[in-house]
């Protein structure tokens, strides 16, 4: 383990040189990938452009709590905005099943754009800082199990300036 003294001496000698506090914090972040990332692109101009599917929506709520934060269904966003959405245990005996999530881009044929946010889940959160979605109004289908094979199943529609 480094004493705080060489840790310093280290971080601010490279090569030889010394370095400045900000060129020291700049490689930090492009050596830890803490850098910050484009939006997601969710939905492609292609994809939006399709004919909206007309079939009807049952909603489920036997399993987890799906909760959307943001954005609010229905409201107006324009792009790109946040997406934020817990799911919560519905009993004390069943967990949530994250590897069972689906989202469906609801169009004349189901999109599943699931595995464009795998990487935005932690835990039993989906959180997407930033994503990108053409102008337009989209509906987005979601689909979870807990342990026990119960299932919710919840439709949010964004309008998208």
């Known amino acids: 383990m480094f004493k705080a003294g060489k840790l310093m001496q280290a ?9 400045t506090i900000a060129a020291m914090l700049a490689a930090v972040v492009l050596l ?12 492609t101009e292609e994809e939006a452009s399709q004919p909206v599917t007309r079939g009807s929506f049952e909603q489920q709520d036997n399993g987890p709590d799906i ?10 966003v324009q792009s790109p905005f946040p997406i934020h959405i ?4 519905a009993g004390a005996t069943a967990a949530v099943n ?5 989202l469906t881009y609801m169009k004349l044929w189901g999109i599943d754009i ?12 989906l959180s997407v800082p930033e994503t990108d979605i053409p102008a337009g109004r ?16 919840r439709q949010i529609t964004i309008n998208v300036e």
């Open 86 to 89: 817990e799911f919560i245990s």
């Open 32 to 43: 830890t990938g803490c850098e910050s990332r484009p939006p997601l692109e969710l939905v």
């Open 11 to 19: 971080v601010l000698i490279c090569a030889g040189r010394s370095i």
């Open 98 to 102: 994250m590897a069972s999530l689906k």
């Open 67 to 76: 909760r959307i934060l943001a954005p609010l269904g229905g409201s107006t």
């Open 114 to 125: 699931t595995d464009r946010v795998r990487d935005y889940i932690s835990g039993t959160t």
């Open 138 to 153: 989209h509906t987005i289908e979601i689909y979870i199990e807990d342990s026990n094979k119960n299932v919710s199943s």
